[in-house]
């Protein structure tokens, strides 16, 4: 890299590869910034949009979460088992 050339901003991970949790800290950066009013309209709106696609990973991960809690039951013994979930 030459002293003229600009460092390349380094893009934020895809969405779909993060866990809940960075996820979750993510868009609460996301939101904390968006409340500051501190942004220029185009970042805030690329923010918000990051944010919704944020919003919708962590749903997602949640209710895969509470599905796989469901399909555990206790079996006639009193032992939790784990039953298919259609």
Known sequence: MNASSPPTPTSPPDVAALSF???LA???RIVRGLEGGQQRLDDAI???ERGSRLRRHCEAKLTEAENR???IVAGADGVPAL???E
């Open 46 to 48: 690329t923010a918000y």
């Open 21 to 23: 949790e960075e996820a």
């Open 69 to 71: 809690v469901q399909a």
């Open 26 to 28: 993510e868009l609460e």
């Open 83 to 85: 039953t298919t979930v």
